[in-house]
């Protein structure tokens, strides 16, 4: 059974940074496309930022392109996101996904609990 604990989560003034974990395990981490998603309150979930399984190829949502990078350590089983120029409109509960990259990355159904990302003004 496949697990995914996000961590590094937390409370970050506007224009800071933050780096989000994501580690996995009962899975083949290498095989796996893999993707971070985030959901305010009210709000639908959505991608942020997906990554194939070798790391050679990215997508990003346009609201974070050029503030967030994703990447991958495959000898780690671990998947990050680093976040800069916080935005207060960034502020979700971040959860990290496995999938398969096809073009694009199409999610599966192993999720993380999420980790909590609040930005403040």
């Known amino acids: 059974q496949v697990q995914l604990v996000e961590s590094g989560g937390g409370l970050v003034q506007a224009g800071g940074s933050l780096r989000l974990s994501c580690a996995a395990s009962?899975?083949?981490?290498?095989?796996?496309?893999m993707g971070w998603y985030r959901q305010a309150p009210g709000k639908s979930r959505e991608l942020v930022a997906a990554i194939s399984n070798g790391g050679v190829s990215t997508k990003y949502a346009d609201a974070v392109k050029g503030r967030f990078t994703i990447s991958r350590d495959n000898a780690k089983n671990t998947l990050y996101l680093e976040m800069n120029s916080l935005k207060p409109e960034d502020t979700a509960v971040y959860y990290c996904?496995?999938?398969?990259?096809?073009?694009?990355?199409?999610?599966?159904?192993?999720w993380g609990q999420g980790t909590q990302v609040t930005v403040s003004s």
């Open positions: 996904n496995t999938g398969v990259w096809s073009g694009t990355y199409y999610p599966s159904g192993s």
């Open positions: 009962g899975t083949i981490f290498s095989r796996n496309a």
